[in-house]
């Protein structure tokens, strides 16, 4: 069994922040996540765009034991808790960033000591999730035509969460599906603007409410590309980045 850890695909020398990618999977899996399926490479632009929202801060992709999130193991949850536990005392504060299985794994480690903020991209938050009080701003994205993850899930977790006093902000992404693809410029700025937030930048955003039933859409900050524009933005992404290192993590 391979241990969990962490691709760098950004390390500066005094980092004392990073922000930590945590993709998606299947529900039952015990097969090895490996580095080249679609839903790791999902997250290489968007790991683009943490880097140059914050250049100062390391940025990882979370690498699991497992693809599959595996029932009340819940394996990646365990797995990012691990990673957490474990990163040197240097690093100071975490931004997590999860889509899909991984929004489901980053919210159950949301209140982590060192988060600092939380954004649940199309996060699979089925039915009787366990509250997490997460620290930092808490952003969940769904889009309206995802049919892998349900957005009215998100909805409900998003207003069981505001009525315990945590602000969230819920954004509607108008005419999106479960991989991000067709407004694929939007979600990176998404990425850029709340980890700028999260590390420091100015938090007064309306949408971050305890309203129980507030959902915003996301701004259309961009002229959507369609798919195939997504992919090059993809593979764009992996040409320009590289793995600088990697470090497992041994589970207590």
Same mark, same amino acid.
């Given at each position: 069994?391979?241990?969990?850890?962490?691709?760098?695909?950004?390390?500066?020398?005094?980092?004392?922040?990073?922000?930590?990618?945590?993709?998606?999977?299947?529900?039952?899996?015990?097969?090895?996540?490996?580095?080249?399926?679609?839903?790791?490479?999902?997250?290489?632009?968007? =790991?683009? +765009?943490? !880097?140059?929202? #914050?250049? /100062?801060?390391? &940025?990882? $992709?979370?690498?699991?034991?497992?693809?599959?999130?595996?029932?009340?193991?819940?394996?990646?949850?365990?797995?990012?808790?691990?990673?957490?536990?474990?990163?040197?005392?240097?690093?100071?504060?975490?931004?997590?960033?999860?889509?899909?299985?991984?929004?489901?794994?980053?919210?159950?480690?949301?209140?982590?000591?060192?988060?600092?903020?939380?954004?649940?991209?199309?996060?699979?938050?089925?039915?009787?999730?366990?509250?997490?009080?997460?620290?930092?701003?808490?952003?969940?994205?769904?889009?309206?035509?995802?049919?892998?993850?349900?957005?009215?899930?998100?909805? =409900?977790? +998003?207003? !069981?969460?505001? #009525?315990? /006093?945590?602000? &969230?902000? $819920?954004?509607?992404?108008?005419?999106?599906?479960?991989?991000?693809?067709?407004?694929?410029?939007?979600?990176?700025?998404?990425?850029?603007?709340?980890?700028?937030?999260?590390?420091?930048?100015?938090?007064?955003?309306?949408?971050?409410?305890?309203?129980?039933?507030?959902?915003?859409?996301?701004?259309?900050?961009?002229?959507?590309?369609?798919?195939?524009?997504?992919?090059?933005?993809?593979?764009?992404?992996?040409?320009?980045?590289?793995?600088?290192?990697?470090?497992?993590?041994?589970?207590?």
């Amino acid at each position: 069994m391979s241990l969990p850890g962490i691709d760098l695909l950004a390390a500066p020398e005094k980092a004392t922040e990073l922000v930590l990618l945590a993709h998606g999977g299947v529900v039952d899996s015990l097969d090895p996540a490996g580095g080249w399926r679609g839903p790791i490479l999902r997250m290489w632009p968007l =790991a683009l +765009a943490a !880097r140059s929202a #914050a250049p /100062g801060a390391a &940025v990882g $992709l979370m690498r699991y034991r497992y693809r599959g999130w595996n029932g009340t193991e819940a394996h990646p949850a365990h797995d990012l808790g691990t990673v957490l536990d474990g990163l040197p005392s240097s690093i100071r504060r975490v931004v997590l960033i999860g889509h899909s299985m991984g929004g489901r794994a980053v919210v159950a480690a949301g209140n982590h000591p060192l988060v600092s903020g939380v954004l649940g991209l199309a996060p699979w938050l089925p039915t009787g999730e366990p509250l997490v009080a997460m620290r930092g701003p808490v952003v969940l994205a769904h889009g309206t035509l995802d049919r892998m993850t349900d957005p009215a899930q998100t909805a =409900a977790y +998003a207003r !069981r969460l505001r #009525a315990t /006093g945590v602000p &969230v902000a $819920l954004l509607s992404v108008e005419g999106e599906k479960h991989a991000m693809l067709h407004r694929y410029g939007d979600w990176n700025e998404l990425v850029r603007r709340f980890v700028a937030a999260a590390l420091g930048g100015p938090t007064d955003c309306p949408a971050l409410t305890t309203e129980p039933d507030r959902v915003d859409p996301l701004p259309l900050w961009n002229r959507p590309g369609g798919n195939a524009a997504g992919v090059r933005d993809i593979a764009a992404a992996r040409l320009r980045l590289r793995v600088l290192g990697s470090q497992a993590f041994e589970q207590v």
